[in-house]
């Protein structure tokens, strides 16, 4: 056995040590009938060695910038047609019957999605009829985990990292904050239109923050979804091109890892990424004059739209008027249903916020179903 095989079993071992030596208080869904063999202890399992995993890469990596996976040995190349203008001339959604909309929201908006989906699946509300999956930065996870019919593996695995704080933390480390990423957020808190040249301001700040590095989270999704491959051609990931502003729509056709479209679309300037995609340094697909990137469903016979909240300003001052973009696609001929969280005042990058966030969506869904069954089916 080689050094670099020892040191991941060493990781593997280690985290495996930590969680059956937390106090029982800690242990998320840690029942006494459980055995090795249980299907919660496996995931648990497949997460200790995929952190283990990415950890341990990452110390290799250690130093680098976001710029490694430019590397990998995949063809990253973009098709031409991945940049889109917003609104998007033509929309995607033509001829499509349900399109599902999936918009961001950090840590939080992640699990209260994944709360939500499992509480509609309760209701039997059967969520993954939809023909076309649009998402962006928080919804990007969940939607790659919806489109790969996966979406039970990540709600256990959510379920354990809400109790696990600290190790989702060395994942997407969003607690310490050096100069470069302070001056990135402040640049998206100073910014109050959606022009290209502020986008690009705010790109030219992300790209000029020291952050952690993608890997992490790369290997993570690969985890998560089993699979690098793109799940199938229903599901389009946004993100947005820090240097020139632009949207970039990225699909089936682009050519590219899931885990690199999903970590893309969740850089958010000074706190993650950005993302090589291809020859393109991608920052957080919210960085744009969209925040829902409702506009691609336009043409759709319905489309179910699911959002942190109905004012469309989240991690930025980018004025996004959701009400307004619904309209929009509704002239379109697209009938359209908003659900908005508003989970009031919450940490929406805070690990501690992933299990009541994973309650309040599946309360939402429980309250909602009649009328979204009503529409959706």
């Known amino acids: 056995m080689d050094g670099a095989s020892r040191t991941l079993l060493h990781q593997a071992s280690l985290f495996n040590t930590i969680f059956t030596t937390m106090p029982s208080g800690e242990r998320s869904m840690k029942r006494p ?30 130093g680098a910038q976001p710029g490694s996976p430019r590397n990998a040995p995949v063809d990253l190349m973009l098709s031409g ?19 599902l909309v999936l918009g961001g ?39 790659c985990a919806l489109a790969a019919d996966h979406l039970g593996l990540l709600r256990g695995d959510m379920e354990f990292f809400g109790a696990f704080p600290r190790l989702l ?11 470069s990423q302070i001056r990135a957020r402040e640049i998206c808190e100073a910014t109050h239109d959606a022009s290209i040249a ?18 992490e989270l790369q290997l993570m999704i690969d985890v998560l979804s089993l699979d690098r491959s793109w799940p199938n051609a229903k599901l389009y990931v946004t993100t947005t091109d820090c240097y020139t502003g632009e949207r970039l729509v990225l699909s089936q056709s682009s050519q590219i890892p899931i885990s690199h479209a999903a970590c893309a679309s969740v850089s958010l300037p000074g706190v993650f990424g950005p993302t090589w995609i291809g020859d393109r340094l991608c920052m957080d697909g919210a960085m744009s004059g969209t925040s ?6 336009a043409g759709a016979k ?3 739209v699911v959002a942190l909240t109905n004012v469309g300003q989240c991690f930025s001052h980018i004025p996004n008027d959701i009400e307004q973009e619904l309209k929009n696609v509704e002239a379109a001929g697209t009938k359209t249903l908003l659900i908005a969280a508003d989970p009031g005042k919450v940490h929406l990058l805070s690990p501690a916020e992933i299990e009541p966030a994973l309650k309040a969506g599946h309360d939402r869904a429980v309250s909602e179903a009649d009328r979204i069954k009503a529409f959706w089916v």
Do not use: C
């Open 33 to 62: 009938t459980e055995s090795a063999h249980h299907p919660l202890a496996m995931q648990r399992r497949d997460v200790l060695l995929g952190a283990a995993a990415a950890l341990f890469l990452s110390s290799r990596e250690a």
């Open 81 to 99: 047609g991945a940049a889109m203008p917003v609104p998007a001339d033509p929309s995607l959604g033509k001829g499509k019957d349900r399109a």
């Open 105 to 143: 929201g950090g840590e939080y908006f992640i699990a209260w999605l994944i709360g939500f989906a499992h509480g509609l699946g309760a209701a039997g509300v059967p969520y993954q009829l939809a023909d076309m999956i649009v998402d962006s930065s928080a919804g990007a996870v969940v939607g």
């Open 169 to 179: 933390t060395s994942l997407v480390p969003t607690g310490a904050s050096n100069p």
């Open 198 to 215: 502020s986008i690009q301001s705010i790109g030219r700040g992300a790209m000029a923050a020291r952050n952690p590095s993608v890997i």
């Open 292 to 297: 829902t990137h409702v506009d691609l469903v």
């Open 302 to 304: 319905r489309a179910l």
